[in-house]
Nanobody, 125 residues
Framework: QVPLVESGGGLVQAGGSLRLSCAASGRTFSASAMGWFRQAPGKERERVAA????????YYTDSVKGRFTISRDNAKNTLYLQMNSLNTEDTATYYC??????????????????WGQGTQVTVSS
């Protein structure tokens, strides 16, 4: 059983929007910090956004601030990433991940121990 499954990727024109979803299995994830990462060809993986277990704290990398929104619905065990005003530099494979070490804490994650398989986002100019 794969704990995390992403969906919602695709091809979009610059300026467009996409919403990624990450379906988690098991109650552990609803108590854990989660994050979205991305990796473009030839580049290192970077953390795009992170969220604490209850959504009380969030983090965004500078390049996506004001454009991306991370959220979660613990009742549905689902993590989201709303991406607006997409540009070609956002093209990458996007992964969701969970750091299950510290649960029910105001914590954004550091060493993520569960990963999804990734979903491709391609932004055309």
């Amino acid at each position: 059983q794969v704990p995390l499954v992403e969906s919602g990727g695709g091809l979009v024109q610059a300026g467009g929007s996409l919403r990624l979803s990450c379906a988690a299995s098991g109650r552990t994830f609803s108590a854990s910090a989660m994050g979205w990462f991305r990796q473009a060809p030839g580049k290192e993986r970077e953390r795009v956004a992170a969220i604490s277990w209850n959504g009380g704290s969030v983090y965004y990398t500078d390049s996506v601030k004001g454009r991306f929104t991370i959220s979660r619905d613990n009742a549905k065990n689902t993590l989201y990433l709303q991406m607006n005003s997409l540009n070609t530099e956002d093209t990458a494979t996007y992964y969701c991940a969970a750091d299950t070490r510290y649960q029910y804490m105001d914590y954004l994650g550091r060493n993520y121990d569960y990963w999804g398989q990734g979903t491709q986002v391609t932004v055309s100019s």
